[in-house]
């Protein structure tokens, strides 16, 4: 996989929301889709996270957030596997920290 070059990125963080960025490297658009981000917007006991979807074009995607917003992003592998499906946490350093599913259901619903 060529997209080892993956980051995340957070700018304009004294907004009140902040552009969020995810960037991958080059890949094989024949395997890999554009990468996506989304905001959580609702989350219900014993369901999928409501998703709000940001921008994606060629080698990024970016959606507009705010700190302790809840966000998931990837890239879909077309061969069924490996490929990315992330949480994080958007921190008021304007940084996004990696969590796992299981932390992100509990943050979003403390947050309500």
Known sequence: MKAE???LELVGAGQKE???????????????????IATIT??????????????????SAECAARVGDIVKYGQKDYRGHRGKNSFG????????????????????????
Not at 18 to 31: D, L
């Open 89 to 112: 946490i958007v921190l008021e350093n304007g940084r996004l920290e990696r969590i796992t599913e299981a932390q992100a259901k509990e943050i979003f619903r403390a947050k309500i």
């Open 5 to 7: 070059k993956r980051h």
């Open 42 to 59: 609702n989350w219900e006991i014993g369901s999928y996270p409501r998703l709000e979807f940001g921008a994606s074009c060629e080698n």
């Open 18 to 36: 902040i552009a969020v960025v995810y960037e991958v490297g080059v890949y094989n658009e024949k395997r890999f889709s554009k990468p996506w």
